[in-house]
């Protein structure tokens, strides 16, 4: 048995959207109860046959009101546990008011496969909670999940988020595994759909800004090199605009064995840079960085994944190496909105590391004139008197 308990991101503001909901879930939970005198124990409230959604004849007020209803402890408590553990960092990728409309939705939406499907009476913030989940997995599949499993011994291990979701959490748990006709299997999936389809449309359309990691990004990577074999393949030279299918044999045969596999390896370091930095592991970024500019200081990352890179290694006092990337940053994105604050980290390293006062000069120059900061500013022209004295 596997419990997922923890991700190795943390949102950067506080979900209080999220929190809000959860707190919602667990005061209506509270309110659901009432004493059974004649047995001793507790029975819903007759009001909670209102909210429920019902397959046969449903309201509209029921798609959302079911998903506040739970049957037990252990029912309200899985669903809290999962909605907190990924449902915070969605919170703070769409938005307070993004995410809660969201959740909404996906309540709607898992409620609705649920009667589509033949489903009666049901109740639970299941599907919600699924929606967001199948969220999570569209918005960060590269992060790391740390999974507790017991069998025979209890240990952990961490699992890449798009394949715990994936393949446990969508198609073993609701597919190939049904254990029990008490659950609703069929509202769960659609509430995955839904979360996985919105996330997609939103990354797609621009409503909500991708990254280097999110599965659009991995989609259309894949779908480029997909395109480039096309066209290799069908004989066309992307570098003459000409088909020449002889032509491209030659070039390949050409193209030496030391050239392929520098390429290959070039390939592979950008793969494991990308992997290191969405596990938040940037010395380990940085390590396999130095080892690719070894193999080809042409190599151009991502601009920030470099400029992440290129403070690590400041921060690891790898002087020369840092200035290395933050000219390179600047060479290739000298557009960026914080470019001064790059040129005066680079005039510092200059001044201060690296004993090259005239490249120092050069970069707090254009930093004097461009930086707003004050405390910042003050720093780049004690830097200069310094350097002029």
Same mark, same amino acid.
């Given at each position: 048995?596997?419990?997922?308990?923890?991700?190795?991101?943390?949102?950067?503001?506080?979900?209080?959207?999220?929190?809000?909901?959860?707190?919602?879930?667990?005061?209506?939970?509270?309110?659901?109860?009432?004493?059974?005198?004649?047995?001793?124990?507790?029975?819903?409230?007759?009001?909670?046959?209102?909210?429920?959604?019902?397959?046969?004849?449903?309201?509209?007020?029921?798609?959302?009101?079911?998903?506040?209803?739970?049957?037990?402890?252990?029912?309200?408590?899985?669903?809290?546990?999962?909605?907190?553990?990924?449902?915070?960092?969605?919170?703070?990728?769409?938005?307070?008011?993004?995410?809660?409309?969201?959740?909404?939705?996906?309540?709607?939406?898992?409620?609705?496969?649920?009667?589509?499907?033949?489903?009666?009476?049901?109740?639970?913030?299941?599907?919600?909670?699924?929606?967001?989940?199948?969220?999570?997995?569209?918005?960060?599949?590269?992060?790391?999940?740390?999974?507790?499993?017991?069998?025979?011994?209890?240990?952990?291990?961490?699992?890449?988020?798009?394949?715990?979701?994936?393949?446990?959490?969508?198609?073993?748990?609701?597919?190939?595994?049904?254990?029990? !006709?008490?659950?609703?299997?069929? %509202?769960?999936?659609?509430?995955? &759909?839904?979360?996985?389809? *919105?996330?997609?449309?939103? /990354? +797609?359309?621009?409503?909500?800004?991708?990254?280097?990691?999110?599965?659009?990004?991995?989609?259309?990577?894949?779908?480029?090199?997909?395109?480039?074999?096309?066209?290799?393949?069908?004989?066309?030279?992307?570098?003459?605009?000409?088909?020449?299918?002889?032509?491209?044999?030659?070039?390949?045969?050409?193209?030496?064995?030391?050239?392929?596999?520098?390429?290959?390896?070039?390939?592979?370091?950008?793969?494991?840079?990308?992997?290191?930095?969405?596990?938040?592991?940037?010395?380990?970024?940085?390590?396999?960085?130095?080892?690719?500019?070894?193999?080809?200081?042409?190599?151009?990352?991502?601009?920030?994944?470099?400029? !992440?890179?290129?403070?690590?290694? %400041?921060?690891?006092?790898?002087? &020369?190496?840092?200035?290395? *990337?933050?000219?390179?940053? /600047? +060479?290739?994105?000298?557009?960026?909105?914080?470019?001064?604050?790059?040129?005066?980290?680079?005039?510092?390293?200059?001044?201060?590391?690296?004993?090259?006062?005239?490249?120092?000069?050069?970069?707090?120059?254009?930093?004097?004139?461009?930086?707003?900061?004050?405390?910042?500013?003050?720093?780049?022209?004690?830097?200069?008197?310094?350097?002029?004295?």
């Amino acid at each position: 048995m596997i419990l997922p308990f923890r991700t190795n991101i943390s949102p950067r503001r506080t979900p209080y959207a999220n929190y809000a909901l959860i707190i919602a879930n667990v005061i209506v939970y509270l309110l659901q109860w009432q004493a059974n005198n004649p047995g001793g124990g507790m029975q819903l409230r007759p009001w909670v046959h209102y909210l429920m959604l019902h397959g046969d004849r449903p309201f509209l007020w029921q798609f959302v009101s079911y998903a506040f209803l739970h049957a037990g402890m252990m029912h309200i408590a899985g669903n809290m546990f999962f909605l907190y553990l990924f449902g915070n960092n969605v919170n703070d990728k769409l938005g307070n008011i993004g995410y809660m409309c969201f959740y909404f939705a996906g309540a709607v939406f898992s409620g609705v496969g649920h009667i589509l499907t033949g489903g009666g009476s049901v109740l639970g913030a299941s599907g919600a909670v699924a929606a967001v989940t199948g969220a999570y997995l569209v918005l960060f599949p590269q992060t790391l999940i740390t999974v507790l499993y017991w069998f025979f011994f209890i240990g952990t291990i961490e699992v890449p988020a798009l394949y715990l979701i994936l393949l446990k959490m969508i198609l073993l748990d609701n597919i190939i595994v049904r254990g029990t !006709d008490l659950v609703a299997y069929e %509202a769960h999936l659609a509430g995955y &759909a839904t979360g996985i389809l *919105a996330m997609i449309g939103m /990354l +797609a359309t621009g409503l909500i800004s991708s990254s280097q990691f999110d599965l659009w990004a991995m989609i259309k990577r894949w779908d480029r090199r997909r395109r480039y074999r096309d066209v290799v393949s069908s004989g066309y030279d992307p570098y003459t605009g000409r088909t020449a299918p002889k032509r491209i044999k030659v070039r390949e045969i050409v193209m030496s064995a030391a050239q392929k596999e520098k390429q290959g390896r070039a390939m592979e370091l950008r793969g494991k840079i990308s992997e290191r930095l969405a596990q938040r592991n940037l010395p380990a970024a940085a390590e396999v960085y130095l080892e690719l500019m070894g193999l080809d200081s042409e190599q151009l990352l991502p601009r920030q994944q470099l400029l !992440d890179i290129a403070n690590q290694l %400041a921060g690891e006092n790898k002087h &020369a190496e840092s200035a290395r *990337a933050y000219e390179q940053f /600047l +060479a290739h994105y000298a557009s960026y909105e914080h470019a001064e604050q790059v040129e005066l980290m680079l005039g510092i390293i200059y001044s201060r590391y690296l004993n090259q006062p005239e490249a120092a000069v050069k970069h707090l120059q254009i930093a004097v004139e461009r930086l707003s900061d004050p405390g910042q500013l003050n720093m780049c022209r004690d830097e200069l008197a310094s350097l002029r004295q």
